[in-house]
Each structure stands twice: as structure tokens, then as C-alpha cells.
């Protein structure tokens, strides 16, 4: 024998089905957001990048790949505080996502947060061992560590003659 619902339960289902709904819609928003401010990036478009990842952002808040690409696109606007804290949101997001710590990296040196961008390399390499990119910037930076010591050392030679 077939059980009726009550009046209660239904309402409940429906409110389910379409709160799923939604959030199928705004995954779907998010997806499409993705896919156009790739194409607008690619065109080296990436003012019109960063606003299709923004709206997207706005959809789907847990979809990592957004504030990463978003981040991309503002390192090529040379706009690096805001491509570092979109790289640390999806970091947070999902931990293990290599492109956002390279990524986060290379603003931080623009920054000046050497030290901070070694361990995100160093980070890169916990997740992904042999990642070249990661290997030929720490090298970098340990060239630049060096530089700088030898510029101490050779101001507080001459600052003592």
C-alpha cells in the first residue's frame, strides 16, 4: 500500500528540490563564468577575465579553480596583493592545490615577501616533488639571498674605512 504524504512533507520535499536546484544553477553559473573568463584570458583580456571569475566566485564560493585563475589574471595586471589573496582563498579551499602556492609565490616575490615565497615554493615541492618551476625559483631566490649578503658586507666594509 502506497504511503500519502502529509501536507508538512511535501512542502519540505519540494523546498529540498528546489534549493538543490539552485545550487545546481549557480555550479552551472560558475562552471560557464569559468569557461568565458578563460577564453577572455587567453586573449590576453584579463580585466574581462578577472569580472567572468568574480561573478563566477559569487555563484560557487567553493570552487577552487576561480580565485585561482582570478589570481592568475590579476598577476598579469601586475596586480599582485590581490593575486596573493585570491591564491590563499584557494589554498584554503583545497590544500593541496600546487598551482595556488606557485602562484601565491610569484606574487609575493613582486611583494617583496621573499621569505614567504620560499615556503610557498618549498610547499609546491611537498605536493608536487620535481616540479621544475618551483625548483628554478627557489634557486632564484637563494641567488638574490646571496646578492644581498655580499651587498651588507661590502656596505659595512666601506662604512667602516
Known amino acids: 500500500m502506497d504511503k500519502e504524504e502529509s501536507p508538512a512533507e511535501s512542502n519540505k520535499s519540494d523546498s529540498e528540490d528546489a534549493a538543490v536546484d539552485q545550487e545546481k544553477a549557480l555550479a552551472e553559473k560558475?562552471?560557464?563564468?569559468?569557461?568565458?573568463?578563460n577564453a577572455y584570458?587567453?586573449?590576453g583580456k584579463y580585466e574581462a577575465a578577472v569580472e567572468c571569475y568574480s561573478q563566477g566566485m559569487e555563484a560557487d564560493s567553493m570552487n577552487v579553480l576561480l580565485p585561482a585563475n582570478r589570481a592568475m589574471a590579476f598577476l598579469k595586471l601586475e596586480?599582485?596583493?590581490?593575486?596573493?589573496?585570491d591564491c590563499t582563498k584557494a589554498i584554503?579551499?583545497?590544500g593541496t592545490y600546487s598551482k595556488a602556492f606557485a602562484r601565491r609565490a610569484t606574487a609575493r616575490v613582486a611583494?617583496?615577501?621573499l621569505q614567504e615565497a620560499k615556503q610557498d615554493?618549498?610547499?609546491?615541492?611537498?605536493?608536487?616533488?620535481?616540479?621544475k618551476q618551483a625548483l628554478n625559483e627557489l634557486q632564484k631566490l637563494q641567488i638574490v639571498r646571496?646578492?644581498?649578503?655580499?651587498?651588507?658586507?661590502?656596505?659595512v666594509i666601506q662604512i667602516n674605512r
Open 30 to 37: 560558475a562552471k560557464v563564468k569559468t569557461l568565458q573568463g
Open 41 to 43: 584570458f587567453k586573449e
Open 79 to 85: 596586480k599582485y596583493k590581490e593575486a596573493e589573496e
Open 92 to 94: 584554503f579551499l583545497d
Open 111 to 113: 611583494l617583496g615577501k
Open 121 to 131: 615554493f618549498q610547499e609546491v615541492l611537498e605536493v608536487e616533488p620535481g616540479n
Open 146 to 155: 646571496l646578492i644581498a649578503q655580499l651587498l651588507i658586507q661590502v656596505n
